[in-house]
C-alpha cells in the first residue's frame, strides 16, 4: 500500500490542501485504474482544486444574525420544542410533506421494484439512526439488536457507517469489523477489517483528504475547550479531522452564548468552516468533501463508479446527511431516508419516523427482499 500527498495550491486564497490517500492493490478499490496512468513509482487519487475548493465564503455574512438562526434551528429540532409547537405544523403541511416523502415503510413494494437486479449498498448514519440521541454524547451506544441487525444485513450488502465523530469512536460503538466506516464526516475512511464474501480486499481502503489540517484542528480544540469552560453542560469533542461543540447538556439560556464563544474563536481560522447541526456545532475544514463525497467514493471504491446496476440506500437524520441524500437524488440511483419526527426541507426521498423503530422495520423487510432473491447479493466482479 502506497501513502500519497497530493498538494494543491490555490493562487486567490494561498491554501495549499493535501490529500493523503492510502491505495492498496485490490479490485475493490478501482479508481486508480480508471484514471490516467500516474507517474511511475505513485498511486494516487486525482481529485480536483476545484471540487476541494468550494467553500471558501463560507464563513463571510452577518455572525449574528447567521447564529441567531442557528440557535432557532437547533430548537425547532429539540425534543421539548417538538412537544410544545406540534400544533404549530399545520395538518395541511404535514399531509403535503408527507406525499413528498412518504414513510419507506409503505412504500417498500416500490422501493423492491426499484432495486430489482441491482446491488444494494447500504450507508447509515449513526447518532439518532442507529442510536439515540441522548445527554452524554460519549453514551450514545447501540443496542445489541441493532447490532445484531446492521451485522445480518452486512452480510447480504456491502455496508458503511457515515459518521460526523471520529472514526474510531464510532468503530468502538458499533465494534463490526466487516463494515466500512467513514468518520469525520466522511473525510477519514476505512475499509473492513475483516472480510466477508463481498468485501475482500476492501480492507486497504484508505482516504484522507484533510490530513494537512491535523495541526490547527488541534489547536482550535486546545482554545474551544479554554473558551468554554465556563459554560455549564458544554462540551468539546475531537473528532481528528473535524470538531464538535455539544448544546445538549447546555441550558437553552446560554446556547447564544455558547455559540458566540465557539464563533470567536473559528474567526481567526479562515481555513474552518462552522456548521450546525442538531444540538451542535460543527467545525471542520472548508475542503469541499462531506459525507455525499464519502458516498461517492465509497461506492466508486466499490466499483460502481458510473455503473447502473448499483442501488445505495442512505438512512441519516442529520443537516449533514443532506449531502448524501443530494448525491443520490443527483445520480438518480438508489434513495435517502431521513429520519425524522417533523417535517423539514429534505433532498431524502422517504421519511421515517422513529430511528431504531424504523431502521429496524426497514432492515427486516430488506431481509426479506433479499430471501426472496429480488436483489443482487455480493459484490461486483
Ligand atoms: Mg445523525
Not at 486525482?46 to 441567531?68: H, P, V
Not at 477489517?193 to 486497504?204: E, F, L, M, V
Request: net charge positive.
Amino acid at each position: 500500500m502506497t501513502n500519497q500527498n497530493v498538494v494543491v495550491p490555490d493562487g486567490k486564497s494561498g491554501i495549499n490542501v493535501t490529500i493523503t490517500v492510502a491505495v492498496s492493490g485490490s479490485s475493490l478499490f478501482s479508481t486508480a485504474a480508471q484514471k490516467p496512468p500516474p507517474a511511475p513509482g505513485t498511486n494516487y487519487i486525482t481529485i480536483s482544486k476545484k471540487k476541494l475548493l468550494q467553500n471558501l465564503d463560507i464563513n463571510a455574512g452577518a455572525g449574528s444574525a447567521r447564529i441567531n438562526a442557528w440557535m432557532d434551528s437547533m430548537r425547532a429540532s429539540s425534543p421539548t420544542h417538538i412537544k410544545s409547537s406540534a400544533g404549530a405544523i399545520s395538518d395541511e403541511y404535514q399531509s403535503s410533506w408527507t406525499l413528498q416523502h412518504p414513510s419507506a415503510l409503505d412504500m417498500f413494494e416500490q422501493i423492491t421494484n426499484a432495486s430489482k437486479g441491482k446491488q444494494i449498498v447500504m450507508f447509515l448514519d449513526y447518532d439518532g439512526t442507529l442510536s439515540p440521541i441522548v445527554e452524554d454524547p460519549d453514551r450514545a451506544f447501540m443496542s445489541d439488536p441493532m447490532r445484531a441487525t446492521v451485522k445480518k444485513l452486512a452480510r447480504y450488502f456491502p455496508t458503511a457507517i457515515v459518521s460526523g465523530r471520529c472514526r474510531d469512536k464510532v468503530y468502538s460503538f458499533v465494534r463490526l469489523a466487516e463494515l466500512y466506516y467513514a468518520g469525520s464526516h466522511g473525510m477519514d475512511i476505512k475499509g473492513p477489517t475483516k472480510g466477508s464474501k463481498h468485501n475482500k480486499g476492501a480492507q486497504d481502503v484508505l482516504c484522507q483528504p484533510a490530513s494537512e489540517f491535523l495541526p490547527m484542528i488541534d489547536e482550535v480544540y486546545k482554545s474551544l475547550l479554554e473558551v468554554t469552560k465556563d459554560t455549564p453542560g458544554a462540551k468539546v469533542e475531537n473528532n481528528k479531522f473535524c470538531l464538535s461543540v455539544h448544546f445538549r447538556c447546555v441550558d437553552e439560556k446560554k446556547w447564544n452564548e455558547l455559540a458566540k464563544q465557539v464563533e470567536s474563536v473559528i474567526e481567526g481560522y479562515p481555513d474552518l468552516r462552522l456548521t450546525q447541526g442538531r444540538k451542535v456545532l460543527e467545525i471542520r475544514p472548508t475542503i469541499k468533501w462531506d459525507k455525499g463525497k464519502a458516498l461517492e467514493f465509497l461506492l466508486e471504491s466499490l466499483g460502481y463508479a458510473n455503473g447502473t446496476d448499483v442501488f445505495p440506500i442512505y438512512i441519516g437524520d442529520d443537516r449533514t446527511d443532506e449531502d448524501a441524500f443530494k448525491v443520490l437524488r443527483e445520480r438518480g440511483q438508489g434513495f435517502g431516508i431521513l429520519v425524522s419526527k417533523t417535517p423539514k426541507d429534505t433532498n431524502a426521498s422517504y421519511s421515517l419516523q422513529e430511528p431504531a423503530e424504523g431502521v429496524f422495520a426497514t432492515f427486516s423487510r430488506l431481509e426479506k427482499i433479499v430471501l426472496k432473491k429480488a436483489v443482487q447479493i455480493g459484490k461486483k466482479d
